[in-house]
């Protein structure tokens, strides 16, 4: 697997498309920290007061809107600055856990060569109709993302994916763009995700899972929209393979996978236990997540046991297992640096108390705003917003005891503010650099996220025009 931090690239910079120059992720994600890093000497300190409260049953420390009071900056100098990624890799120890976890697992068993013989099934299934995999499954993730809020349970399927996807004829993006993409897409509309709609609704003090019809419709227009997209980028990927941003990073494991299709890999029995048993750990995983609880500890460890059974049964030796393990576990390191750099960006923030003013200020501009321009302004503070607090649910404890209200002065339904924040939350986690599953299925697939970033922002703008859409929609038809 291709590391996202490959070091045979020379420097800092790396040439694509004629010449043009992008920063290594790295390297755009330090200037980010020294940019938040030279915001705390610019934005005062503040901080809203915080109350404990019962939401959805559970105990959620929320924000108490008009509690805001100016306090002492703490601006953050090169001694900080220097301490934050160390930081932010402690605070991602359980992603970053993860990451190592799933990736020497999911070694394990390619070593076996079980998903070889599984992938050259499916290509022969789908010979010719190859563009068809995609709605088949970008709708599945969506679905998934939209009902139980699924994204990081998509880390453990690009693995999978990325291997798919080239023996099909397209390339690594793809892998991430059907699965994480999909999550993404569900979760920004979702009907009934109990982490972002069922807790801003309750903290909104609205009816749990209300407006789920205008929601559904939203979901459906998204979904079809990210297939559109996906599919007439994968036409041209199979066109001409090096449209694709990561076509020289994709040549190695093409050149792999070329060599294991020419191996003609019987698929044997053992490879259909391996297969079935994978099969079995997504759907404990699903089942966890959905009635036990699973978080990242619970899905890395049925992963686990799903390699080892797999090592088990497709005849390794111990010693060869935990070589494959650790090589395995060795081909993220890169992506669990930049997971903990990109976690020092927020450290910087929230150290410098400069979170809560910057809320407080854009919250007071658009109590200024006419009621249509105010509620799209909400969107891109939504946005903004989930920058530094990634997770639906802390960003929906933050900021909706403040906009709820607000939107009550500005005629803007809290149904509609509602609607604004999973918009804002959602699309905004496929590009931001802080959150810690997109970078985790970077890592994965071997993207680097300058890469991404280029090959995602055109879908960036048209889900924010489609939201932008759906936010003046529901003010015209006094959605409430």
């Known amino acids: 697997m291709q590391n996202v931090t490959n070091n045979k690239r020379k420097g800092l910079f790396k040439k694509v498309n004629g010449g043009i120059k992008i920063p290594h992720t790295l390297v755009i994600i330090f200037a ?42 703490e601006s953050q100098g090169l001694f900080q600055v220097m301490q934050a990624p160390v930081k932010g890799i402690e605070q991602s120890a359980e992603i970053i856990a993860f990451l190592l976890i799933v990736g020497g697992a999911f070694n394990l068993i390619t070593r076996t060569k079980a998903i070889d013989s599984a992938i050259a099934k499916v290509v022969s299934i789908f010979k010719g109709n190859e563009i ?59 009907m009934l995700n109990p982490f972002t709609v069922g807790i801003a609704q309750s903290i909104a003090e609205i009816p749990l899972f209300s407006g789920v019809a205008y929601r559904t419709i939203l979901w459906v227009i998204t979904t079809i929209v990210g297939i559109i997209f996906l599919m007439i980028y994968a036409r ?99 992506a669990a640096m930049i997971i903990g750099f990109a976690r020092a960006i927020v450290i910087i923030a929230e150290n410098a108390q400069i979170i809560d003013t910057i ?19 909400m969107l891109p503070v939504q946005m903004f917003i989930n920058f530094f607090v990634i997770s639906g649910s802390g960003q929906a404890a933050l900021t909706m005891p403040i906009l709820a209200p607000l939107g009550d002065l500005l005629e803007i339904s809290r149904q509609t503010t509602v609607l604004i924040f999973q918009l804002g939350d959602g ?36 889900l924010f025009a489609l939201g932008i859409v759906f936010i003046t929609t529901a003010m015209m038809m006094g959605w409430a």
Request: glycine share 10%.
């Open 132 to 190: 068809l995999i995609i709605p088949i499954i970008f709708t599945l993730f969506s679905l998934g993302g939209a009902t139980f809020g699924m994204t990081e349970e998509a880390i453990p399927f690009i693995t999978i994916l990325v291997p798919l996807m080239l023996a099909l004829g397209f390339d690594s993006i793809l892998a991430v763009g059907i699965s994480y993409l999909g999550c993404i897409v569900g979760f920004a509309t979702a």
């Open 427 to 462: 699309f905004s986690n496929a590009i931001f650099p802080t959150s810690g599953v997109l970078m985790a299925c970077l890592g994965m697939a071997g993207i680097p996220y300058s890469k991404w970033f280029k090959w995602i922002l055109p879908l960036q703008v048209i």
């Open 32 to 73: 980010i920290i020294i940019l938040v890093a030279i915001a705390t000497y610019i934005v005062p300190g503040g901080a809203y007061e915080r109350v404990v409260t019962e939401v959805n049953g559970q105990s959620r420390t929320v924000v108490l809107n008009g509690s805001f009071t100016y306090v002492e900056n």
């Open 236 to 334: 041209k990927i199979k066109k001409n393979p090096e449209f694709s941003p990561v076509y020289k990073l994709d040549e190695e494991k093409r050149k792999k996978l070329s060599k294991t299709q020419s191996e003609e890999v019987k698929f044997t029995f053992a490879h259909k236990i391996i297969i079935a048993s994978i099969g079995v750990c997504l759907a404990v995983i699903i089942w966890g997540v959905l009635k036990q609880g699973f978080w990242i500890p619970e899905i890395a460890a049925v992963f686990l046991i799903t390699g080892v059974f797999a090592g088990i049964v497709g005849g390794l030796k111990a010693d060869e297992m935990a070589e494959a393990f650790i090589a395995g576990a060795k081909d993220m390191i890169g």
């Open 359 to 377: 809320l407080y200020g854009l919250s007071s501009f658009i109590g200024k705003l006419p009621s249509m321009l105010a509620a799209c302004f």
